[in-house]
């Protein structure tokens, strides 16, 4: 079983605690580690430059692990492959629609993911891991996830969004809420 590592959002902000988020991503007990960087969340033609941007970030945590990095194909049956052959899987925020209609075409996700080491998703990726989420604007309700997580994530999350986490509470079931604020993070060891 993988251990889930869920970010609020904003992960391009040079804080610590970001730094601390692609730390953990890595926090394996090989120096030798790929990572499949997955940005199905946003649109094709900006990939590439948050590819880069990634590669920055873990890196420059991880100064002495040896990192591979590979963007994820957006062929349902290369992703599938891709999955099976890397450490870390990470799915970079964006529009949650996006990513979970991209998703949603991938037979048996929530199975790929069963063997995986960590997997990682920062606000609409996090979202997309969630049975439900609330992304932390007002004029959004509650909606539905892939359901890889039995939980509910409130991303972007402050004190200020009161009305807002009532609606993540009231949708479905009563399943544990994780609050994440932007630039912070969980981990969930399933």
Sequence with gaps: MPTYILHG????????DNKNFFKEMTNLDTDDIKILCVYFSREKN???????????????ANPTKNLSFTMADDDPEAFKNQIKDCDVVYMRGGDTELILNR????????????????V?????????????????TIETDAKIGLNVLDMK?????????????????????????Y????????????
């Design 103 to 118: 998703l949603k075409k991938i037979e048996n996700f929530k199975e790929l993911l069963q063997d995986k080491k960590i």
């Design 120 to 136: 990682s998703g920062s606000s609409a990726g996090a979202c997309a891991l969630s049975k439900y989420y609330h992304t932390g």
């Design 153 to 177: 994530i409130f991303v972007h999350y402050s004190d200020d969004k009161k009305e807002e986490l009532e609606k993540l509470q009231k949708i479905g079931e009563d399943l544990p809420i």
């Design 9 to 16: 959002g904003e992960t391009s902000r040079p804080s610590e």
């Design 179 to 190: 609050k994440v604020e932007e630039e912070k993070f969980v981990v969930i060891n399933k």
């Design 46 to 60: 900006i990939w590439q430059e948050k590819l880069e941007q990634d590669k920055s970030y873990f890196s420059e």
